[in-house]
Nanobody, 122 residues
Framework: QVQLVESGGGLAQAGGSLRLSCAASGSIFRITVMGWYRQAPGKSRELVATINTGGSIYYADSVKGRFTISGDNAKKTVYLQMNSLAPEDTAVYYC????????????????WGQGTQVTVSS
């Protein structure tokens, strides 16, 4: 089992910033990729950003230039710095990780945290 705990959400005004954190624990002993997703009311969960241990980073077009993902493998923690927030960024944000656990490969999306709510007011 892999446990993920997100934190850092809250209420922000349009143009403001928030920083999310997510800590992984449990049976995963080698993380190869970390990612952030979000789910707005009435919409499907969507990928926001990923980072792998090789340094490759992906951003959804909707957040490019505004959000920055970073990770600390030693701490098994991934961060999402969100700047220039807009009302359309309002969603529950989830993290996920991929790598190796005691029982085999863990892929992004296999495990989820409880999510952290981000609300942006106009």
């Amino acid at each position: 089992q892999v446990q993920l705990v997100e934190s850092g959400g809250g209420l922000a005004q349009a143009g403001g910033s928030l920083r999310l954190s997510c800590a992984a624990s449990g049976s995963i002993f080698r993380i190869t990729v970390m990612g952030w997703y979000r789910q707005a009311p009435g919409k499907s969960r969507e990928l926001v950003a990923t980072i792998n241990t090789g340094g490759s980073i992906y951003y959804a077009d909707s957040v490019k230039g505004r959000f920055t993902i970073s990770g600390d493998n030693a701490k098994k923690t991934v961060y999402l710095q969100m700047n220039s927030l807009a009302p359309e960024d309002t969603a529950v944000y989830y993290c996920s990780v991929g790598g190796w656990s005691a029982v085999g490969i863990v892929r992004l999306g296999d495990y989820w945290g409880q999510g952290t709510q981000v609300t942006v007011s106009s």
